[in-house]
């Protein structure tokens, strides 16, 4: 079955950072591109950053944009977001998602949390 298995979430204060990664089982990976989206308790999900099937290309959303890196080990099946500069308005559920464009299927992990808090 398919499975999406964030992990790497925690407690961390501001100006800190913190590596979340993505392990990806049931489906071909390599043939997916990969996006991270949070959700704060009260607003809506955002998209945080993508990135490409073959990683050649990224986008970010513009809160954060230099702050965020998003990446990709193909051999691993996994996506790992950096993030540096941790800020209070950081703090949600930071999900991973898997998109077939051509095939229109798309996948969800669980979740992970992050709390940014002094």
């Known amino acids: 079955q398919v499975q999406l298995v964030e992990s790497g979430g925690g407690l961390v204060q501001p100006g800190g950072s913190l590596r979340l990664s993505c392990l990806a089982s049931?489906?071909?990976?390599?043939?997916?591109?990969m996006s991270w989206y949070r959700q704060a308790p009260g607003k809506e999900r955002e998209l945080v950053a993508t990135?490409?099937?073959?990683?050649?290309?990224?986008n970010y959303a513009d809160s954060m944009k230099g702050r965020f890196t998003i990446s990709r080990d193909n051999l691993k099946n996994t996506v790992y977001l950096q993030m540096n500069s941790l800020k209070p308005e950081d703090t949600a559920v930071y999900y991973c998602k898997a998109v077939w464009v051509v095939g229109g299927r798309d996948y969800w992990g669980q979740g992970t949390q992050v709390t940014v808090s002094s």
């Open positions: 049931g489906f071909t990976f390599s043939g997916y591109r």
């Open positions: 990135i490409s099937s073959t990683g050649d290309f990224t």
